[in-house]
């Protein structure tokens, strides 16, 4: 019994979700809403930007993204919780889920070295078995499925699970770049930590709607035959801040970041809505995800409780070293 098999999960469905997720491969569409967030875009406003090259326009930028990166990897423990707003605009189904709907979640986000938490909920009448934690304290991997199973071994694992995506990581995707090769795991923060900062390509001035910005060109690589790039926009000045982090393909995007509502979190202004979007082929908005953080805490002590999932929260048990259901409905000794 392979529990850890993505695609037995109904919700791995078209490809602007699946360039969605985690590290934007999770099978989840992002936000819906009609209305934009404050402090966002439109597509009007982001396609008619005026860009200007200068050697010396990643001046502050690109050490603000560095540091950005290194404060957040450095932490000693990050927990992490949002809302969440599934959209799905287009026109594939997805799920119970019809173009033009949308549906609630719920995430939350605990990391200390390797071990880590994240309980993750979408609306089940929306999107059934997007309902799960998963867990690892060191020593035991820890899955809780939505059909009330728990599947536990002795090995973590980087498996693409049908959860929502990690705001905070998301700021962070230039590091380890979504590919074909790499499509159906998704970085940890011990990956993260592990993965260099990139060479930074190019950096342009660019105003967006009377705005000034540094538009910093990092590597990508080749999702789905289609080689990309990060565009990462960055508000530089007294107060830094990342606007925007595209995978642009050419003139089109894969995937767009928005960042709004920055707020300070120790020495850092970090977003505190994020609107996650994934385009279909044809450039058309396939499917959309806003998240709310109302928590961001960066170095707070986590009780080594929260990294082990109980069997008591389970209907039943499987252990995955054994490669069979466990009958006790007690934890051994």
């Known amino acids: 019994m392979a529990l850890l098999n993505s695609s037995s999960w109904p919700v791995r469905i078209g490809v602007s979700l ?13 936000m819906g809403g009609a209305a934009l967030a404050p402090g966002t875009r439109s597509a009007e406003s982001i396609a008619e930007a005026k860009v200007f090259h200068s050697p010396r326009a990643d001046c502050g930028a690109a050490q603000y993204l560095r540091e950005l990166v290194r404060e957040i990897l450095s932490a ?3 927990h ?33 070295g390797d071990r880590y ?51 905070l990581f998301e700021l962070l995707q230039f590091l380890v770049p979504l590919s074909d090769a790499n499509q159906a795991t998704v970085p940890r923060w011990v990956d993260l930590r592990a993965a260099p900062f990139p060479a930074i390509i190019d950096a342009c001035a660019v105003n967006e709607g009377g705005e000034a910005l540094v ?15 990060h565009h990462v926009y960055v508000a530089a000045g007294a107060e830094p801040r990342v606007i925007r982090i595209d995978r642009a393909c050419g003139d089109d995007r894969l995937t767009s970041l928005e960042c709004s509502e920055h707020a300070p ?18 450039g058309s908005v396939g499917a959309e995800i806003e998240m709310t953080l109302t928590l961001v805490a960066l170095g707070a002590p986590i009780d080594s409780e929260v990294f082990h999932i109980p069997f008591s929260c389970a209907a039943r048990v ?16």
């Open 117 to 167: 938490r994240i309980d993750s909920l979408v609306d089940p009448a929306v999107l059934p078995g997007m309902q799960m934690s998963v867990a690892y304290d060191g020593a035991r991997f820890s899955l809780l499925l939505a059909n009330g199973v728990l599947s536990i071994g002795d090995t973590d694992h980087n498996t693409l699970l049908p959860t929502l995506p990690n705001p």
């Open 265 to 282: 979190v120790g020495d850092l202004l970090l977003p505190r809505r994020v609107r996650l979007t994934g385009f279909d082929a044809d």
């Open 215 to 229: 538009r910093l060109t990092l590597p990508g690589s080749v999702y789905e035959g289609r080689a990309y790039e």
């Open 76 to 78: 000693e423990a990050i």
């Open 318 to 333: 499987w252990d995955d070293v054994r490669g069979q259901f466990v009958r006790s409905a007690h934890e051994p000794g």
């Open 18 to 30: 699946s360039v969605l997720g985690a590290v934007a491969v999770v099978c989840v569409a992002l």
């Open 80 to 112: 992490i919780r949002a809302s969440a707003t599934v959209g799905f605009l287009g026109a594939e189904p997805c799920g119970e889920a019809t173009s033009g709907s949308a549906a609630w979640g719920a995430y939350e986000y605990w990391g200390a």
